[in-house]
């Protein structure tokens, strides 16, 4: 017998088995994973995707009409008539609600509920995605070489082109905290060293598993408090997802924003802007 075959026949033999036990580990590895988890991880992977086309889709709004959309409304949640999906009112200028829900029949995204309205990937009424736009007035008052008045420039049509890009950018708009307000139903800024960004031209949130209420910390609640202190505040939270005994709460919210430069530079280059 030839000893260098037999030690090639040996060695390919290790490596087949090598092989074989790596697979059989990642096999193990999967199954001890409860089917329950697999699911919610893949309902938060899908929820990310739908938010990310949402995100685009209202810059692709603004880049053709020159505004972002107001947000669709019902009378549950937010004290207004039922626009079954479609921005309220229709056309624009002072929204009847800043914070309400994402305009599903205007964008023309999907899924939705049975009324329109824009759902994430748990697919129940309670998972209705909610959307911010910031409102804001742009006036002379204390900004120099800014006009007058411009009110709701953000959702009235060349309202932006009359406010200007550099006024805008001298308000505070929709802000997003990594934790909570110290009074979360009348914020007026995040806690020292948590903000994430002052100047969101709009928000949009999933409420995750825990919809519609969510969980009784205040991170959550700071994503809600629209909707239970009809004061539409303009403050969010947004972190990794933590579990019922971390010190604010649980927290499965996933919120995205685009930035006010991403959304200017789109429009500028649309031909919207300046």
């Not at 079954?84 to 509920?113: F, I, M, R």
């Not at 239970?228 to 990794?240: E, G, I, K, N």
Request: some cysteine; proline content about 6%.
């Amino acid at each position: 017998m030839n000893p260098g075959k037999f030690n090639q026949s040996v060695g390919f033999s290790l490596i087949e088995i090598a092989v074989v036990l790596l697979i059989i580990s990642v096999l193990v590895s999967i199954a001890a994973i409860p089917i329950s988890t697999q699911l919610e991880q893949q309902r938060v992977v899908e929820t990310n995707k739908q938010l990310d086309l949402i995100k685009e889709a209202l810059i692709g709004y603004a880049l053709a009409n020159g505004r972002l959309p107001c947000p669709a409304t019902d009378g549950i949640n937010y004290g207004a008539a039922n626009s079954n999906g479609g921005e309220s009112p229709v056309g624009g200028g002072t929204c009847t609600v800043k914070l309400g829900y994402v305009p599903a029949a205007t964008l023309g995204v999907s899924p939705v509920d049975s009324s329109g309205f824009a759902i994430d990937a748990w697919g129940i009424t309670q998972n209705r995605i909610i959307y911010g736009v910031a409102d804001t007035i742009v006036n002379s008052t204390g900004t120099a070489g800014c006009p007058l008045v411009s009110s709701h420039p953000l959702t009235t049509a060349g309202g932006m082109q009359l406010a200007t890009m550099d006024c805008i950018a001298s308000k505070t708009l929709i802000t997003v905290c990594s934790s909570a307000p110290a009074v979360a139903a009348f914020s007026t800024s995040c806690p020292a060293g948590t903000t994430l960004t002052s100047s969101a031209p709009f928000v949009l949130v999933s409420l995750g598993k825990n919809a519609p209420s969510g969980s009784t910390g205040a991170d959550e609640a700071q994503n809600i408090d629209g909707k239970l202190y009809s004061q539409q505040d303009q403050f969010f939270v947004s972190h990794t997802p933590v579990a019922a005994g971390a010190a604010n709460g649980e927290f499965d919210d996933i919120v995205v924003w685009p930035s006010l430069n991403t959304l200017f530079a789109r429009m500028v280059q649309a031909g919207k802007l300046p």
